[in-house]
């Protein structure tokens, strides 16, 4: 029977093998070797995240690099720190078009700002794939992403079963400019319309931010100015981390409805807690492996889809010892990174 102190030890396990990715392969790149199977010089892939701060991306990275060892390729990791500076990606993938590198797997920053770097790749031969958020431009060879638009359905129906089709509530939007999030922010406006279709919208036009810090600030302003908020719904990892923590420095967590997206050890332990009700949690590992996989696909002359969907499941209390739950929350990093 799976338990809280099991699920603590597990997270912890994970933190450590996540910190530890940088050490076994070096310098944000993976490479045991400077050539392939065969004896010629290894594909280079480059891996953008939007950031590498936030368990979600060290997950990605993750994904890529199990993919890099099942392909015999090179996966190069590199992204800013923070998911707030798009100059520093955008920097980023002009050096590694400078450097030639084979192929780019990117989570653009900025559907907009983001497409001019990624049409120039292009241009330049180099073929490039999307993953997690959008991009404005058909310049891509595919993407790969969640459906957000249908997880933040997930998360508005949930949301407005546990109210009981009434109450006030709160949206914590992300960011602007940010693709996936917005789709959740949507997603989730509609199902609130058509599954609680009493509740008053307190708030739906105020950002989080970029950091945990800056959401924790945005949501103390928040719970301070409307104290008769009866659930919350917050579209990523930082959004609702900041948004449990303000709840609890205010003596409300657990008696406010928070419903969030992704996961880590603070938000699964919240959730044991009864003081988190809800999360809708992705597939970041698979993603970052379909990425990887689809980008050699390409350099090796195979069709890959224009748009791939990846899992969004929604994670309760009642369901987190299900086995597709667990495969998610804890997956076999191990293996991955022996190899």
Known sequence: MFSRSSAASRAFCRLVLFALIPF?????????????ADGAAAL?????????????????????????????????WQGPQKEDDRQLQIQVLQNLISRGVDAIVVAPLDARSMARPVEAAVARGIPVVVIDSGLESDA????????????????????????????????????EGSASTTNRERGFLDALGEYAPDAELLVDNM???????????????????????????????????????ALETAGRAGDVTLVGFDVNPILLDAMWDGTLHGLVVQDPVGMG??????????????AVPERMDTRTILVTPDNI??????????????RWLDN
């Open 207 to 245: 950002y989080a931010g970029a950091t945990m810090a800056l959401a924790l600030q945005v949501s103390q302003n928040i719970l301070n100015r409307f104290p008769e908020i009866d659930a919350i719904f917050t579209p990523n990892e930082s959004a609702t981390q900041g948004m449990l923590r």
């Open 24 to 36: 076994v392969w070096g310098c944000g790149s993976s490479s045991s070797d400077e050539s392939g």
């Open 140 to 175: 891509q060879s595919s993407f790969i992403a969640s459906n957000n638009y249908e997880g933040g359905r997930i998360g508005g129906q949930y949301l407005a079963e546990q109210l009981g089709g009434a109450g006030k509530v709160v949206l914590l939007r992300y960011q």
């Open 289 to 302: 492996y379909e990425g990887v996989k689809a980008a050699v696909s390409i350099l090796r002359g195979g």
């Open 321 to 334: 010892e299900d086995a597709e739950i667990q495969e998610l929350l804890y997956p076999d990093f191990d």
């Open 44 to 76: 280079e892939i480059a891996v953008v995240p939007k950031g590498t701060t936030h368990e979600f991306w060290k997950a990605i990275h993750a994904g890529a690099e199990k993919a890099a060892a099942e392909f015999d390729v090179d996966v190069i």
